[in-house]
């Protein structure tokens, strides 16, 4: 399935039903009175998130939604019935924004979440409402009020707990097929990744902790080089940063260090806020460094990096040095607390409107 992390859409909830003006005639029974009922109300559009879905496709296809509107009333006494509520379901870890104004509608952050994006309209009053001592044949009645309509746009930032960037190649599908249950595509040319992987990786009983992959980054990915920024939000809601660096890169001018630069850099294009959450140094690929030179590399890459977090040196494709490094991600996690975000959404709506 194609992975879409990006939409625009319209709702339109449903309108209320007229409000009726009638007067009960039977045999017999020369004045009646007013029997006119109310309409029902339009049906709410609800939006929930499913955690069976990772992927916004089908909002790509179907732009529009509308709820049905409500039964109008009718003469004796009987009131309009409500219209059928929508309900949308989207990915956990789905966005939501006003098109218009920018203003965060809903962040859906756990599944079964369940908010109103547009409240159908009330319905009219009937000529019943109107009765009254002085009052006694009421020839009015209100008709009912449109639904609420908004424009509206989707992003899916993925849940994770840890995620990976650097450059092309530097070993990210690799690493997270060898720690985790994702099998991403690996192959030894640039931009093998598309878009975003998740993994969960269990490092004991009842222990686990769950990594992105993304689309690694080239210097210019602010300016559309690559695959541009496209995908970085889906490390906004992570709260550790692995950055992988290969130790060993096929070119014989390609520097480890100004690539690690170049990511840093676009990194902070991008969002300050990412760029400074942890982020820890792991050198991949030691395995393609001779024995002897592989400690002076390393130094050599952390003195020229400046780099004052933790350093990890592993080789994902041999399975060397995971172990300790997983078990200190847990650790880190554990400490951090939970991942998601308190949900927001529109005060104005919620969870349990009739």
Not at 242 to 247: C, E, G, S, T
Not at 301 to 319: D, E, M, Q, T, Y
């Amino acid at each position: 399935m194609k992975f879409i992390d990006e939409a625009q859409i319209e709702v339109s909830a449903g309108k209320g039903g007229n409000g009726c003006m009638s007067f009960r005639r039977e045999k017999f029974i020369p004045f009646g009175g007013p029997d006119g009922g109310d309409g029902g109300r339009g049906g709410h559009i609800y939006v929930e998130a499913d955690s069976n879905l990772n992927t916004l496709i089908d909002f790509r296809y179907q732009r529009l939604y509308r709820a049905r509107n409500g039964e109008h009333g009718r003469g004796a006494d009987q009131f309009g019935a409500a219209g059928e509520d929508m309900l949308l379901r989207v990915p956990v870890g789905t966005l939501i924004r006003d098109a218009e104004s920018g203003d965060v509608v809903a962040d859906l952050t756990e599944s079964g979440q369940r908010i109103v994006l547009a409240q159908g309209g009330q319905g009219g009053l009937g000529n019943l409402r109107f009765k009254s001592s002085t009052n006694r044949a009421p020839r009015q009645s209100t008709p009912g009020h449109l639904g609420e309509q908004r424009k509206l746009h989707l992003e899916l930032k993925v849940l994770a707990d840890v995620g990976m960037l650097g450059m092309p190649n530097a070993g990210k599908s690799t690493f997270i097929a060898a720690v985790s249950n994702a099998r991403p595509k690996i192959a030894d040319y640039p931009f093998t990744t598309l878009h975003p992987q998740l993994g969960v990786v269990r490092v004991g009983e009842g222990q686990s902790f769950v990594v992105a992959d993304i689309p690694g980054l080239i210097e210019g990915a602010a300016e559309g080089a690559g695959l541009g920024h496209q995908f970085l939000r889906h490390l906004q809601r992570t709260r550790l940063l692995l950055h992988l660096v290969d130790v060993a890169p096929f070119d014989p001018e390609a520097d480890p260090v100004r690539d690690a630069r170049s990511v840093v850099a676009e990194l902070k294009k991008y969002d300050p806020e990412l760029a400074a959450k942890p982020r820890w140094l792991v050198l991949n690929k030691i395995d393609m460094v001779p024995q002897e030179e592989r400690k002076a590399r390393v130094a050599d890459i952390v003195r020229r990096l400046r780099h004052k977090g933790p350093v990890f040196v592993i080789s994902a494709l041999a399975r060397e040095g995971l172990e300790p490094l997983l078990r200190e991600i847990f650790e880190a996690v554990r400490k951090q607390g939970p991942a998601t975000p308190e949900p927001m959404h529109d005060p104005r709506f919620t969870q349990n409107d009739a």
